[in-house]
């Protein structure tokens, strides 16, 4: 090789070096982001990354659908050992007490005094937080809270003769209107829930009734549950006889009941808030919203939080913690949570978003964005019952719960053995949870 | 190693196994000795810690009716999609093997079901059965009024689900069928007719016979089929369900090992599956060997 041409080379490569070192000076410090928001509430998670990505150059928001809930939480445990997983994580709120004990994460409320700042916690909405606090002290960042509530639809209320401006307030109306629509005909089913095992925890919080010892494990690791008593036994009857007499169909898990709805098959839906975004402009029929239907004659508690929250992987650098820190106060902005509520149903977390909201007449405007609000906002809070259960193994116990009510409903045990089988099933996952944990 | 195959070359031959032997290694061996020391253990959900418990985890798996029932689903699920597809791609293949018009046509037809994806035929057999929008159900209910649910009606869902796995699986059974139909000789049918057999006779005396060292691969490869690779068919239809109906051992074991995160009980359950299917491997493959006509 003559000497010109090698030179030519050597001088090619030094400036390739040159620019490729001073584009990583520039380079945005990468934070990831693995989360589990699929159907419209994935446009939506990422219009709001791509914002913050733009007013924030220093930093790029990398964000990953890593499939559902769980598959996402498989994912971050299996990628924990090698520290290969995420910045920022999104679990749901069963995941909540796995995730305190995993020692892999970084709470929230310890973040702003590593960065030498200061936070005010108290601007977020209260139930909501409570629910990811231990010890009043915030472990992961809430996002997309939601809880559940009554969808009906007005005009099959209005074909079967009903009024459709009165939903029914509870469960003994809940069984007088299907009566009435069944026999009406214009639909052959009344109504259905999703996430049935979530449904059946709310119908114990609204009525101030623990579902685990240790005030809902939240005082300490649960040692067994409590809702195999009179009171859980009567509304395992209750939903077997509405089954029995074809009121209710059960719809499968999560969201599948959603399209039932959606296509008028059925009048009622108990579903998460974050489905009303996705109802609204689904349906063809007035969407009417209600509060959960209460057992009349039982104590006042509250409807609990379900959704997700962000949490953080501990041993971040303090460039990429301060990155996380920047895309949640993002989070926080009044217009960006007013954005993610408008764009899913579910809550804005802060209080500033809340009072924009109501200024603007947005709740005038549709009020079914309020209903979840003034449910949760209504209900007390200062019982460990109304705030929420946090337990270790709690998705395998809720599938335990799953396949007991399957069961009920499908007439191979009688409720009471149904709801006896599946306590059963969680005490002895409470019990392992507790050997390897316990203190 | 005889070194007189190789002469001049001690060292060449195991450089050329080696990339097999690793990657036997690295992905089998190794995995397969650690979930069996794990099936010893119960472990928090993230591995940081962990207690031997010996041999409790697979008691537990045997005193649990859930897991005993789980087996005979499982077993109930095999047969139906070994014993049921055989024979309806056996007797699709036999159509297809006709000299007709248009056989082409029929043939791409049948065989098209392989080639969809497990998640895809779950959705549709799933969208086909949805109790409050499915056509299926709406068609039973305008014919008899009877509210067809499989969501909660375990012995349905069961049925439904091997009927799905089953109508999945035709296209690869019917292939492979038709290979071994169009290697029967036409003199050996001919004789027979001559002889005076009838079709039926003729093929069960001879086109069967000769078809057996296909039908005993088909039967191996829908074991693994039915035991293994139903998953994802299972995950998007039923998830287990109603009741754990259609909750097979490997989905069983995929949702205690990744939804649970229950490693301890997930590796008992991964061993006594690989147990399981060892034996009858052998068995089957023992009785396909000894049956099976290879020549002729």
Same mark, same amino acid.
């Given at each position: 090789?003559?000497?010109?041409?090698?030179?030519?080379?050597?001088?090619?490569?030094?400036?390739?070096?040159?620019?490729?070192?001073?584009?990583?000076?520039?380079?945005?410090?990468?934070? *990831?982001?693995?989360?589990?928001?699929?159907?419209?509430?994935?446009?939506?998670?990422?219009?709001?990354?791509?914002?913050?990505?733009?007013?924030?150059?220093?930093?790029?928001?990398?964000?990953?659908?890593?499939?559902?809930?769980?598959?996402?939480?498989?994912?971050?445990?299996?990628?924990?050992?090698?520290? *290969?997983?995420?910045?920022?994580?999104?679990?749901?709120?069963?995941?909540? #007490?796995?995730?305190?004990?995993?020692?892999?994460?970084?709470?929230?409320?310890?973040?702003?005094?590593?960065?030498?700042?200061?936070?005010?916690?108290?601007?977020?909405?209260?139930?909501?937080?409570?629910?990811?606090?231990?010890?009043?002290?915030?472990?992961?960042?809430?996002?997309?809270?939601?809880?559940?509530?009554?969808?009906?639809?007005? !005009?099959?209320?209005?074909?079967?003769?009903?009024?459709?401006? @009165?939903?029914?307030?509870?469960? @003994?109306?809940?069984?007088?209107?299907?009566?009435?629509?069944?026999?009406?005909?214009?639909?052959?089913?009344?109504?259905?829930?999703?996430?049935?095992?979530?449904?059946?925890?709310?119908?114990?919080?609204?009525?101030?009734?623990?579902?685990?010892?240790?005030?809902?494990?939240?005082?300490?690791?649960?040692?067994?549950?409590?809702?195999?008593?009179?009171?859980?036994?009567?509304?395992?009857?209750?939903?077997?006889?509405?089954? !029995?007499?074809?009121?209710?169909?059960?719809?499968?898990?999560?969201?599948?009941?959603?399209?039932?709805?959606?296509?008028?098959?059925?009048?009622?839906?108990?579903?998460?808030?974050?489905?009303?975004?996705?109802?609204?402009?689904?349906?063809?029929?007035?969407?009417?919203?209600?509060?959960?239907?209460?057992?009349?004659?039982?104590?006042?508690?509250?409807?609990?939080?379900?959704?997700?929250?962000?949490?953080?992987?501990?041993?971040?650098?303090?460039?990429?913690?301060?990155?996380?820190?920047?895309?949640?106060?993002?989070?926080?902005?009044?217009?960006?949570?007013?954005?993610?509520?408008?764009? *899913?149903?579910?809550?804005?977390?802060?209080?500033?978003?809340?009072?924009?909201?109501?200024?603007?007449?947005?709740?005038?405007? !549709?009020?079914?964005?309020?209903?979840?609000?003034?449910?949760?906002?209504?209900?007390?809070?200062?019982?460990?019952?109304?705030?929420?259960?946090?337990?270790?193994?709690?998705?395998?116990?809720?599938?335990?719960?799953?396949?007991?009510?399957?069961?009920?409903?499908?007439?191979?045990?009688?409720?009471?053995?149904?709801?006896?089988?599946?306590?059963?099933?969680?005490?002895?996952?409470?019990?392992?949870?507790?050997?390897?944990?316990? #203190? | 190693?005889?070194?007189?195959?190789?002469?001049?070359? =001690?060292?060449? /031959?195991?450089?050329?196994?080696?990339?097999?032997?690793?990657?036997?290694?690295?992905?089998?061996?190794?995995?397969?000795?650690?979930?069996?020391?794990?099936?010893?253990?119960?472990?928090?959900?993230?591995?940081?810690?962990?207690?031997?418990?010996?041999?409790?985890?697979?008691?537990?798996?045997?005193?649990?009716?859930?897991? +005993?029932?789980?087996?005979?689903?499982?077993? =109930?699920?095999?047969?139906?999609?070994? %014993?049921?597809?055989?024979?309806?791609?056996?007797?699709?293949?036999?159509?297809?093997?006709?000299?007709? =018009?248009?056989?082409?046509?029929?043939? %791409?037809?049948?065989?098209?079901?392989? $080639?969809?994806?497990?998640?895809?035929?779950?959705?549709?057999?799933?969208?086909?059965?949805?109790? &409050?929008?499915?056509?299926?159900?709406?068609?039973?209910?305008?014919?008899?009024?009877?509210?067809?649910?499989?969501?909660?009606?375990?012995?349905? $869902?069961?049925?439904?689900? $091997?009927?799905?796995?089953?109508?999945?699986?035709?296209?690869?059974?019917?292939?492979?069928?038709?290979?071994?139909?169009?290697?029967? /000789?036409?003199?050996?049918?001919?004789?027979?007719?001559?002889?005076?057999?009838?079709?039926?006779?003729?093929?069960? +005396?001879?086109?069967?016979?000769?078809?057996?060292?296909?039908?005993?691969?088909?039967?191996?490869?829908?074991?693994?089929? &039915?035991?293994?690779?139903?998953?994802?068919?299972?995950?998007?239809?039923?998830?287990?369900? /109603?009741?754990?109906?259609?909750?097979?051992?490997?989905?069983?074991?995929?949702?205690?090992?990744?939804?649970?995160?229950?490693?301890?009980? $997930?590796?008992?359950?991964?061993?006594?599956?690989?147990?399981?299917?060892?034996?009858?491997?052998?068995?089957?493959?023992?009785?396909?060997? +000894?049956?099976?006509?290879?020549?002729?």
């Amino acid at each position: 090789m003559n000497s010109k041409k090698s030179y030519l080379i050597i001088l090619l490569l030094t400036l390739c070096l040159f620019f490729s070192a001073g584009n990583a000076m520039a380079e945005p410090v990468n934070i *990831t982001f693995w989360h589990a928001m699929s159907g419209s509430r994935l446009g939506v998670l990422e219009s709001i990354v791509d914002g913050f990505n733009e007013a924030n150059p220093d930093y790029e928001v990398v964000p990953l659908f890593t499939g559902s809930y769980s598959e996402t939480l498989t994912k971050y445990v299996a990628a924990y050992p090698s520290k *290969t997983g995420p910045n920022i994580v999104q679990s749901y709120e069963v995941g909540t #007490q796995t995730m305190i004990d995993s020692g892999a994460i970084t709470p929230v409320y310890e973040i702003p005094g590593m960065l030498g700042e200061t936070w005010d916690w108290a601007q977020y909405v209260i139930p909501i937080t409570n629910y990811y606090s231990v010890e009043g002290n915030l472990w992961s960042m809430p996002f997309n809270s939601s809880t559940a509530m009554l969808y009906y639809n007005k !005009d099959i209320f209005e074909e079967a003769g009903l009024d459709p401006n @009165k939903p029914p307030t509870t469960w @003994k109306e809940m069984e007088e209107y299907g009566e009435e629509i069944l026999a009406s005909g214009v639909v052959n089913h009344v109504y259905s829930t999703g996430w049935p095992d979530w449904i059946f925890e709310q119908a114990l919080a609204i009525h101030n009734h623990l579902y685990a010892d240790n005030d809902n494990g939240r005082s300490g690791l649960a040692t067994k549950v409590v809702f195999d008593d009179d009171f859980g036994n009567m509304i395992f009857d209750t939903w077997t006889r509405l089954h !029995d007499k074809g009121i209710y169909v059960f719809g499968g898990s999560e969201y599948a009941p959603n399209t039932a709805f959606n296509s008028g098959q059925i009048a009622m839906l108990i579903q998460s808030t974050s489905s009303l975004a996705g109802i609204i402009n689904a349906a063809d029929f007035k969407v009417g919203t209600s509060f959960y239907p209460r057992f009349e004659g039982y104590p006042v508690g509250n409807s609990v939080i379900g959704g997700g929250s962000l949490w953080v992987t501990k041993g971040q650098s303090e460039e990429e913690l301060r990155g996380v820190w920047e895309f949640f106060k993002y989070l926080s902005r009044e217009d960006v949570a007013i954005q993610w509520h408008k764009g *899913t149903g579910y809550f804005p977390v802060s209080l500033g978003a809340l009072k924009t909201l109501l200024d603007e007449g947005w709740f005038s405007q !549709d009020q079914a964005y309020l209903t979840a609000f003034l449910q949760i906002l209504s209900g007390r809070r200062d019982t460990a019952a109304a705030t929420g259960v946090r337990l270790g193994p709690f998705v395998a116990m809720r599938e335990d719960f799953v396949s007991s009510l399957e069961k009920a409903l499908a007439g191979q045990l009688s409720p009471e053995d149904a709801l006896n089988e599946a306590a059963e099933k969680m005490n002895l996952k409470l019990r392992d949870y507790l050997e390897l944990h316990g #203190q | 190693m005889n070194e007189d195959k190789f002469p001049g070359h =001690k060292i060449l /031959p195991y450089i050329l196994i080696a990339p097999s032997l690793i990657v036997i290694f690295v992905f089998l061996i190794i995995p397969f000795a650690q979930s069996i020391r794990e099936s010893f253990y119960t472990s928090t959900a993230f591995g940081t810690h962990s207690i031997f418990v010996g041999l409790r985890n697979y008691v537990r798996l045997f005193a649990s009716q859930e897991y +005993r029932s789980s087996v005979v689903t499982t077993f =109930k699920f095999s047969a139906f999609v070994i %014993i049921i597809g055989l024979a309806i791609s056996l007797g699709i293949a036999q159509l297809l093997n006709q000299k007709i =018009k248009g056989v082409g046509f029929y043939q %791409i037809a049948l065989i098209w079901t392989y $080639a969809i994806s497990p998640t895809v035929a779950g959705v549709i057999w799933a969208s086909m059965f949805a109790p &409050a929008t499915g056509l299926i159900p709406y068609i039973v209910s305008k014919i008899s009024g009877y509210s067809l649910n499989w969501m909660t009606n375990g012995d349905l $869902a069961l049925f439904i689900v $091997a009927a799905a796995a089953t109508w999945k699986m035709l296209g690869y059974n019917i292939v492979f069928f038709l290979a071994g139909l169009q290697n029967v /000789p036409d003199e050996f049918l001919e004789a027979a007719q001559i002889d005076g057999a009838g079709s039926w006779k003729a093929f069960w +005396r001879i086109t069967f016979p000769l078809l057996s060292p296909t039908t005993s691969f088909l039967l191996f490869v829908n074991m693994l089929y &039915a035991f293994f690779q139903v998953f994802g068919l299972i995950d998007i239809m039923t998830r287990g369900g /109603p009741g754990n109906a259609t909750e097979l051992l490997i989905y069983k074991l995929y949702r205690d090992g990744f939804i649970h995160l229950n490693s301890g009980s $997930a590796s008992a359950q991964s061993f006594i599956i690989f147990f399981v299917i060892s034996i009858v491997a052998i068995f089957q493959l023992r009785i396909a060997t +000894r049956k099976s006509i290879y020549s002729r």
